[in-house]
């Protein structure tokens, strides 16, 4: 009995960290302080602060490229500016002959397709999010459904209108006919749809945003922790009541982000909607009636201008910078505020 008393006295206390909590705490912080605490090599110190250096360079090169991009297209458009000021943003006549020049129409065209892009895309692109990341399909189609919407996105801009021309807006022909003479008395119907317009301008948008609004919010719902779906299975709510209640509300932000992202990308896309809206310089609210967009404009006035057309152009360039930048800015005041919230 004495000798094991005796054993037990030499035997040195245990300070390993996996033994004990107060033990393993202590000895986690003790080695902790001694790295942190440490004297550090010079080429350590060195190689820190020379990344740091690095990674702020890169950042200022950006923000110097966005300066230089804003400041030319300001400094370019200052002559418009100075002969039309704010009527170039009312007026819709564009006439080289007599240099008078305004942006309306494509200012109205470039928000209309854009918004009306957005508020087809937004409810498929996340009920297909919502349906490939849910158990409601085999995994194998569901990745299958998810790759086939992603690879949307590599279809250069250029054949996407080659097909708007030749494929969907002959097909979908019939069914604005069928608006326009049902609907005719309504000024967004008015006209009678003889080819490339703002309808099929905004299909043609929503097929180009919507692998955009897919993938950020399939991400975004899965990256919802587990435990939330089980918390309200557990109290008893449906497989609807915990997306729509729960899952949705946790995921907003980062979906409103894709969202925002997915509507700056339609109010800048040029070549598709430029082959399919019809370039028409005079006003029409009509969505059959041919449209035209300032990425549009931009893109088939830009080569054979001259004078003072040239700063009109860049003031309308100008004018798509603020909007885009505008969209930029509210993306993010919206998700800071849905991140605080949920």
């Known amino acids: 009995m004495s000798s094991q ?18 033990n393993g705490i202590v000895a986690t912080d003790n080695f902790r302080d001694s790295f942190t605490l440490r004297r550090r090599p010079a080429a350590e110190k060195l190689l820190d602060n020379g990344f740091r250096w690095l990674t702020l360079g890169l950042a200022g090169i950006v923000a110097v490229v966005l300066a230089g991009i804003f400041f030319t297209v300001l400094q370019g458009a200052q002559e418009a500016i100075r002969s039309f000021g704010l009527s170039f943003l009312t007026t819709s006549a564009w006439d080289p002959v007599s240099n008078s020049y305004g942006a309306f129409t494509a ?12 508020l087809i895309a937004v409810p498929l692109g996340l009920g297909t999010a919502i349906f490939i990341t849910e158990d409601l399909i085999p995994p194998s189609l569901r990745e299958a ?28 022909r019939p069914g604005l006919e069928l608006l ?5 008395w309504l000024p967004i119907f008015s006209t009678v749809p003889q080819g490339p317009g703002m309808a099929p301008a905004v299909l043609i948008l ?23 779906r089980q918390g309200a299975y557990g109290v008893g709510t449906t497989r609807w009541g915990a997306i729509i209640n729960i899952i949705l509300p946790a995921a907003v932000s980062a979906i409103t982000g894709g969202v925002m992202l997915a509507l700056g990308r339609a109010m800048g896309e040029t070549m598709a909607v430029t082959m399919i809206i019809g370039n028409s310089l005079n006003f029409s609210p009509s969505l059959l009636a041919p449209g035209n967009t300032i990425a549009s404009l931009l893109a088939n ?17 100008l004018i798509l ?22």
């Open 5 to 22: 008393a005796s054993e037990e006295a030499q035997r040195p206390p245990d300070r390993s960290p996996g033994r004990g909590s107060a």
């Open 107 to 118: 200012i109205y065209g470039t928000l209309v397709s854009s918004l009306l892009a957005l």
């Open 301 to 317: 006035q830009f080569g054979e201008a001259d004078g003072i057309q040239v700063s009109a152009l860049m003031y309308a360039a």
């Open 206 to 228: 929503v097929v180009m945003i919507l692998p955009i609004i897919t993938a950020i919010s399939r991400d975004a719902l899965r990256q919802v922790p587990i435990e939330l």
């Open 145 to 172: 459904i998810g790759l086939m919407v992603e690879l949307l996105a590599a279809i250069p801009s250029v054949v996407l209108g080659l097909w708007a021309i030749f494929v969907m807006e002959p097909m979908i």
């Open 321 to 342: 910078m603020v909007l885009t930048f505008s969209v930029n800015v509210l993306a993010r005041w919206v998700v800071s505020k849905l991140s605080l919230r949920y």
């Open 180 to 184: 326009h003479s049902l609907l005719g």
